[in-house]
């Protein structure tokens, strides 16, 4: 049975990876975490009910989504590693 969902296996790590880029992100821009932790909760719920809906039919394309996901990744961790290091250089300059 767990045999059909192993094409997802990489979206699944990509999209831890990319929930955790995105708090990252959240905390460089001051938001308040219990409004990041609630709003990170509802989408992973949001994208688990899609995963379940459409499994079916998304197996198909699995390997586009990983692909698209895996590029998702790489470009928000290029934005939020540029975006934490502007924040520290502008910390440092206040300080």
């Not at 059909?4 to 001051?30: A, C, D, H, M, T």
Request: overall charge negative; proline content about 2%.
């Amino acid at each position: 049975m767990l045999e059909q969902y192993l094409p997802f296996v990489g979206l699944i790590i990509f999209g831890n990876i990319e929930n955790l880029i995105l708090s990252s992100q959240g905390v460089v821009e001051g938001v308040d975490p219990k409004v990041l932790g609630g709003l990170s909760i509802i989408v992973v719920i949001i994208w688990l009910a899609i995963g379940f809906i459409a499994t079916d039919v998304a197996i198909q394309y699995s390997n586009y989504i990983t692909f698209i996901g895996g590029l998702a990744i790489v470009i928000l961790g290029i934005i939020s590693v540029k975006d934490a290091v502007h924040h520290i250089r502008e910390t440092k300059r206040g300080e």
